[in-house]
């Protein structure tokens, strides 16, 4: 049976191929000249201006704090008329809106919501990644590689990012560089009293055994590591012993000593009491049961010879069943997954469709399409 | 026939795929229109843990919200985290947002964003939500947390000191929350809040999850995880269970703002359609018209577009497992027809 | 050396895991379990900064071999710089407004910073289109792998079509003419798989579950006792 992706194709299916791909080229351009268009993103500038206000300390008048105030643009306006631009911050928050609150500004006469082109372009690249990754279902090629080098290497920055504006500089830098930390990184920590905690020493120890399992990276400096990677395994260890135990093996064990006779819910009738009764408790037997089976199946020290081999067969008929419900179950994630995908072509990107109600303004001409 | 199917290119499986999933997409997109939902006894069993927490202590519930996932299976899992958040808004549960995930930030974001900020702007940062962010770590964070909370997340995703956020008084340890509700994508996810929080300090767990790890997860229920929502099916279940339960809470809410009695209120949201007539019965006589505009526009308006994401997403999961089956099936008599002619399968 | 690289591992190994059990069981020393997971918390960050350490190696060392491919690595890591950089810069980041004078002060992943940037329209699309993928793989599987060859088989393929068809609307509509209330409404399909997922794959999974729970527990203490030194490389 044929199985490669690869092999030769007739010049029919070739034509067939060259239909699909033209036909997608064509509604993206079609679409791209009909009614408002697809593919925009729109915001609304929210500017945010602040001016200092020098406090003098009334015991010590060389002593000053200096704090913000946010003002409206007018008041900022006249203050920077009067003052300049010292001891002013400003800048602008762009917030973004859906596109009809766009359309319905254009109908209105005017406003302050504009094109966003760096998201616009965004937009178009995050669907350019789409198709390009989505590409590789017809063969391997430039765009493919090129798509998941860039996801290699965003993923592996974004990462080292968050693992330190999250976890480094909050439960790290502000416990060993408290001051510097409030000055310049998490301003709105409070500094414990005299400005530093001599206890929080202490987080010199993950700082030098981080330090030494980025010491990895050095030629021949690899041995470093070890005592990191040993604090790790460790403390995983002790944890991972505890917890599964606890639960997994206790909790679950105890979870499958339970009554194999339970009373049916459905009291309609007394034949229908009985026969719920009778499906519930083969539940509880068949539970029962079956945990029993695969354990033995698993049990290797015996040989699955006799009664031991015809349990243990009954186990595999638990295990399969078991297999077939996680098989279903992962086919419907994936499709779940291309469907948001999908999703994301025909709304976001193409405005074919509009389930959120962004761009109500043109729902009704894209309808007449079809 | 049997020939052409042993030579199939896999591409043209592909074509099919596509076209399952973008045909029911194009068309619900389109019409609107979506498949009823039966719920489960698993969803439900989700939506009544949410619903009562708190109860037991009689006080506002402490609700710690952990978004363990990321963009890639957030198609499975926002559903879940948007109905999860409104339900819990609607309640009126303080809200506390975590995430184990580096990406899970942005997941909080978004939920904020499109539930909160958009449909309960009231709702004020700090008081009744707050967003801890990520921490790194897996299931060392939540042993941390069990034993001192403050210690780990130190600041909120702004940089605020807990100290100076309203909401986080009284709150040490996860001791203190009356339920952790969770969204799962895998490692850390369902399964280490169910070993290291649920079971060992016997807080009420209910998770949400993809489909591969809803299986694995079975066992778990009732008992250690008291509620679980697997998959899209899952989403879509909770979803539905969860926009009837808002529409049915903001009904009853606005006729209790008008002085309309308990007894009246709540048959009269339990028969949603009937309130058009109602309104024109002299029991509505109290009610300004402003009023009974409102009314019938929460009884019976469209559900926004956030709140219909799984159930959306139902349709292209109708066809696409028929296709499997189908695939399933052609696949087999291949190998029966191989097996006849004495081939190798 | 030898010191160096094995006593003093397999004692912090057993010091670390030893502080974490007996943090489970007495109240008196879950402060020492506190610390250790902190540090732990705080290491995996810094594992973060070795995989982007690794990564640069890596691709590095691929330019500079000019092996095939190379232009691609050029491409991983101009895309790992620039993230990098606008990432811990807070490029283009909105302040905190109660603290406007500080750089640093604003959200890491707010939305409108050039980080915002790089997740919503390259690390989004591209990780969910990833995964999307595997719809279309797993079809193909199904296609060419999954044959009735015997009884075992034939178990899995039908408990995948009733899970495959009950978790739809299609179990509605195959098996919806069986009254809900009658004796027979377990064989409406979206009620079978609920039963089939609660009796018979909780029972195999949860044998899956002890078995696995037992492995670790055994592992874990051969580790804290020093017996599996396999973490710590080979030569021993």
Redesign the interface.
Same mark, same amino acid.
């Given at each position: 049976?044929?199985?490669s !992706?690869s092999?030769p194709?007739t010049p029919a299916?070739r034509a067939i191929?060259a239909i699909?791909c033209l036909s997608i080229l064509v509604i993206v351009v079609v679409r791209s000249f009909i009614g408002d268009g697809m593919g925009r993103v729109y915001v609304e500038p929210k500017p945010?201006d602040?001016v200092a206000e020098v406090t003098t300390s009334t015991e010590n008048a060389s002593e000053s704090t200096?704090s913000?105030k946010?003002v409206s643009t007018v008041e900022f306006d006249a203050y920077v008329s009067a003052n300049g631009y010292t001891n002013t911050?400003s800048?602008t928050?762009?917030d973004?809106v859906p596109p009809r609150a766009y359309f319905a500004q254009e109908a209105a006469g005017g406003g302050s919501i504009v094109l966003s082109w @760096?998201?616009t372009i965004?937009?178009w690249?995050?669907?350019f990644?789409?198709l390009a990754?989505?590409s590789?279902?017809?063969r391997d090629n430039p765009f493919y590689?090129?798509?998941?080098?860039?996801?290699?290497?965003?993923?592996?920055? #974004?990462?080292?990012?968050?693992?330190?504006?999250?976890?480094?500089v909050?439960?790290?830098l502000?416990r060993l560089m408290p001051v510097f930390s409030k000055? #310049?990184?998490? @301003?709105?920590?409070?500094l414990p009293p005299g400005g530093f905690d001599p206890t929080n020493l202490?987080?010199l120890?993950?700082?030098v055994?981080? %330090?030494m399992?980025?010491g990895?990276?050095l030629p021949k400096c690899g041995?470093l590591?070890?005592?990191?990677?040993?604090?790790?395994?460790?403390?995983?260890?002790?944890?991972?012993?505890?917890? #599964?135990?606890?639960?997994? %093996?206790l909790?679950?064990?105890k979870?499958?000593v339970i009554p194999l006779y339970v009373q049916g819910e459905?009291t309609?009738s007394n034949?229908?009491m009985i026969?719920s009764t009778i499906?519930a408790s083969l539940?509880q037997i068949?539970?029962?049961?079956?945990?029993l089976?695969?354990?033995v199946?698993?049990f290797f020290s015996v040989e699955h010879k006799g009664a031991v081999g015809k349990t243990a067969r009954v +186990?595999?008929?638990?295990?399969?069943?078991?297999?077939? !419900?996680?098989?279903?179950?992962?086919?419907? +994630?994936?499709?779940?997954?291309?469907?948001?995908?999908?999703?994301?072509l025909?709304?976001d990107w193409m405005w074919?469709?509009?389930?959120?109600?962004q761009r109500e303004f043109i729902s009704a001409s894209?309808?007449l399409l079809? | 026939m049997i020939r052409m199917l042993e030579n199939l290119d896999r591409r043209w499986i592909f074509l099919a795929m596509a076209l399952c999933v973008s045909v029911p997409i194009l068309v619900i997109g389109l019409t609107g229109v979506t498949f009823p939902e039966t719920p489960t006894p698993l969803a439900e069993a989700f939506f009544d843990e949410v619903d009562r927490a708190g109860e037991a202590n009689g006080r506002r519930a402490n609700v710690l919200i952990a978004l363990d996932y990321d963009p890639a299976s957030a198609g499975e899992l926002s559903p879940m985290s948007l109905s999860l958040v409104n339900q819990c808004a609607q309640k009126g549960h303080r809200m506390y947002f975590i995430s184990l995930w580096p990406v899970g930030p942005q997941m909080i974001e978004e939920s904020i964003d499109k539930v909160i900020k958009r449909f309960y702007p009231d709702l004020v940062y700090g008081q009744d939500y707050v967003n801890l962010g990520f921490k790194a770590g897996s299931e060392q964070v939540i042993k941390v947390m069990g034993i001192d909370l403050t210690t780990e997340f130190r600041t909120d995703v702004e940089g605020t000191m807990l100290s100076q956020i309203p909401m986080m008084e009284g709150i040490t340890s996860l001791e203190d929350f009356d339920l952790i509700a969770e969204i799962s994508a895998g490692y850390p996810g369902s399964k280490e809040w169910v070993l290291y929080a649920a079971t060992q300090y016997d807080i009420p767990l209910v998770s949400g999850m993809t489909g591969v790890q809803a299986p694995q997860n079975y066992p778990y229920y009732p008992t250690q995880l008291k509620g679980l929502l697997g998959a899209i099916k899952g989403a879509a279940e909770y979803e539905f269970i969860v926009n009837d339960y808002v529409r049915e809470a903001r009904v009853r809410s606005i006729l209790a703002a008008n002085g309309i009695d308990e007894e009246t209120s709540l048959g009269l949201s339990k028969q949603l359609d009937q309130i058009s007539t109602w309104t024109t019965s002299a029991e509505a006589a109290s009610m300004s018209p402003a009023a009974k505009a409102e009314l019938i526009d929460v009884a019976t308006g469209a559900t926004p577009g956030e709140f219909l994401e799984g159930q959306r997403r139902m349709g292209p999961q109708l066809f696409a497992h028929l296709l499997m089956v189908l695939l399933i099936i052609l696949g087999n008599l291949v190998f029966f027809a191989q097996r006849r002619r004495g081939g190798s399968a | 050396m030898q010191i160096l690289t094995r006593s003093i591992p397999l004692f912090i190994t057993a010091v670390a895991g030893i502080v974490m059990i007996l943090s489970a069981f007495f109240p008196y020393t879950s402060d020492w379990g506190k610390f250790a997971g902190q540090f732990f918390n705080i290491l995996a960050a810094f594992a973060f900064v070795l995989g982007g350490g690794n990564l640069l190696k890596l691709h590095l060392k691929k330019i500079s071999d000019q092996r095939p491919g190379w232009a691609y690595s050029g491409v991983v890591l101009v895309c790992f710089i620039v993230t990098l950089f606008v990432g811990l810069l807070k490029i283009g980041a909105y302040p905190n407004p109660t603290y406007p004078s500080v750089h640093f002060g604003g959200e890491t992943q707010g939305s409108g910073s050039m980080f915002w940037w790089f997740y919503e329209y390259a690390f989004k699309p591209l990780t969910s289109t990833m995964f999307a993928m595997l719809a279309f793989y797993v079809a193909s599987a199904a296609f060419r792998a999954f044959r009735a060859k015997n009884f075992e088989a034939i178990l899995l393929l039908g408990t995948a079509f009733v899970v495959l068809l009950g978790r739809t609307f299609a179990g509605v509509l195959a098996t919806g003419w069986i009254p809900p209330d009658s004796a027979f409404s377990g064989l409406r399909l979206e009620n079978l798989s609920v039963y089939v997922m609660q009796v018979f794959n909780t029972a195999g999974t949860r044998a899956i579950m002890i078995g696995i729970a037992l492995g670790i527990a055994s592992t874990s203490m051969k580790i804290l006792l020093g017996i599996d030194r396999s973490f710590l490389g080979s030569g021993d």
């Amino acid at each position: 049976m044929s199985s490669s !992706a690869s092999e030769p194709m007739t010049p029919a299916q070739r034509a067939i191929w060259a239909i699909v791909c033209l036909s997608i080229l064509v509604i993206v351009v079609v679409r791209s000249f009909i009614g408002d268009g697809m593919g925009r993103v729109y915001v609304e500038p929210k500017p945010m201006d602040f001016v200092a206000e020098v406090t003098t300390s009334t015991e010590n008048a060389s002593e000053s704090t200096t704090s913000w105030k946010q003002v409206s643009t007018v008041e900022f306006d006249a203050y920077v008329s009067a003052n300049g631009y010292t001891n002013t911050i400003s800048w602008t928050e762009y917030d973004q809106v859906p596109p009809r609150a766009y359309f319905a500004q254009e109908a209105a006469g005017g406003g302050s919501i504009v094109l966003s082109w @760096p998201r616009t372009i965004g937009l178009w690249l995050a669907a350019f990644f789409t198709l390009a990754i989505f590409s590789f279902l017809y063969r391997d090629n430039p765009f493919y590689k090129f798509a998941e080098s860039v996801v290699v290497g965003v993923s592996a920055g #974004y990462w080292m990012v968050v693992g330190f504006w999250d976890t480094i500089v909050p439960n790290l830098l502000q416990r060993l560089m408290p001051v510097f930390s409030k000055d #310049y990184l998490t @301003p709105g920590m409070e500094l414990p009293p005299g400005g530093f905690d001599p206890t929080n020493l202490v987080f010199l120890i993950p700082l030098v055994l981080g %330090i030494m399992l980025v010491g990895r990276l050095l030629p021949k400096c690899g041995w470093l590591s070890l005592w990191p990677l040993a604090f790790i395994v460790g403390t995983m260890a002790g944890l991972r012993m505890v917890g #599964y135990i606890e639960s997994d %093996i206790l909790s679950q064990t105890k979870e499958t000593v339970i009554p194999l006779y339970v009373q049916g819910e459905n009291t309609s009738s007394n034949f229908m009491m009985i026969w719920s009764t009778i499906w519930a408790s083969l539940a509880q037997i068949l539970l029962v049961i079956g945990v029993l089976a695969c354990l033995v199946y698993f049990f290797f020290s015996v040989e699955h010879k006799g009664a031991v081999g015809k349990t243990a067969r009954v +186990g595999i008929w638990y295990l399969m069943i078991t297999f077939g !419900a996680a098989f279903g179950f992962t086919v419907m +994630g994936r499709i779940a997954l291309l469907a948001a995908r999908v999703e994301f072509l025909f709304d976001d990107w193409m405005w074919l469709i509009d389930p959120m109600q962004q761009r109500e303004f043109i729902s009704a001409s894209v309808g007449l399409l079809f | 026939m049997i020939r052409m199917l042993e030579n199939l290119d896999r591409r043209w499986i592909f074509l099919a795929m596509a076209l399952c999933v973008s045909v029911p997409i194009l068309v619900i997109g389109l019409t609107g229109v979506t498949f009823p939902e039966t719920p489960t006894p698993l969803a439900e069993a989700f939506f009544d843990e949410v619903d009562r927490a708190g109860e037991a202590n009689g006080r506002r519930a402490n609700v710690l919200i952990a978004l363990d996932y990321d963009p890639a299976s957030a198609g499975e899992l926002s559903p879940m985290s948007l109905s999860l958040v409104n339900q819990c808004a609607q309640k009126g549960h303080r809200m506390y947002f975590i995430s184990l995930w580096p990406v899970g930030p942005q997941m909080i974001e978004e939920s904020i964003d499109k539930v909160i900020k958009r449909f309960y702007p009231d709702l004020v940062y700090g008081q009744d939500y707050v967003n801890l962010g990520f921490k790194a770590g897996s299931e060392q964070v939540i042993k941390v947390m069990g034993i001192d909370l403050t210690t780990e997340f130190r600041t909120d995703v702004e940089g605020t000191m807990l100290s100076q956020i309203p909401m986080m008084e009284g709150i040490t340890s996860l001791e203190d929350f009356d339920l952790i509700a969770e969204i799962s994508a895998g490692y850390p996810g369902s399964k280490e809040w169910v070993l290291y929080a649920a079971t060992q300090y016997d807080i009420p767990l209910v998770s949400g999850m993809t489909g591969v790890q809803a299986p694995q997860n079975y066992p778990y229920y009732p008992t250690q995880l008291k509620g679980l929502l697997g998959a899209i099916k899952g989403a879509a279940e909770y979803e539905f269970i969860v926009n009837d339960y808002v529409r049915e809470a903001r009904v009853r809410s606005i006729l209790a703002a008008n002085g309309i009695d308990e007894e009246t209120s709540l048959g009269l949201s339990k028969q949603l359609d009937q309130i058009s007539t109602w309104t024109t019965s002299a029991e509505a006589a109290s009610m300004s018209p402003a009023a009974k505009a409102e009314l019938i526009d929460v009884a019976t308006g469209a559900t926004p577009g956030e709140f219909l994401e799984g159930q959306r997403r139902m349709g292209p999961q109708l066809f696409a497992h028929l296709l499997m089956v189908l695939l399933i099936i052609l696949g087999n008599l291949v190998f029966f027809a191989q097996r006849r002619r004495g081939g190798s399968a | 050396m030898q010191i160096l690289t094995r006593s003093i591992p397999l004692f912090i190994t057993a010091v670390a895991g030893i502080v974490m059990i007996l943090s489970a069981f007495f109240p008196y020393t879950s402060d020492w379990g506190k610390f250790a997971g902190q540090f732990f918390n705080i290491l995996a960050a810094f594992a973060f900064v070795l995989g982007g350490g690794n990564l640069l190696k890596l691709h590095l060392k691929k330019i500079s071999d000019q092996r095939p491919g190379w232009a691609y690595s050029g491409v991983v890591l101009v895309c790992f710089i620039v993230t990098l950089f606008v990432g811990l810069l807070k490029i283009g980041a909105y302040p905190n407004p109660t603290y406007p004078s500080v750089h640093f002060g604003g959200e890491t992943q707010g939305s409108g910073s050039m980080f915002w940037w790089f997740y919503e329209y390259a690390f989004k699309p591209l990780t969910s289109t990833m995964f999307a993928m595997l719809a279309f793989y797993v079809a193909s599987a199904a296609f060419r792998a999954f044959r009735a060859k015997n009884f075992e088989a034939i178990l899995l393929l039908g408990t995948a079509f009733v899970v495959l068809l009950g978790r739809t609307f299609a179990g509605v509509l195959a098996t919806g003419w069986i009254p809900p209330d009658s004796a027979f409404s377990g064989l409406r399909l979206e009620n079978l798989s609920v039963y089939v997922m609660q009796v018979f794959n909780t029972a195999g999974t949860r044998a899956i579950m002890i078995g696995i729970a037992l492995g670790i527990a055994s592992t874990s203490m051969k580790i804290l006792l020093g017996i599996d030194r396999s973490f710590l490389g080979s030569g021993d």
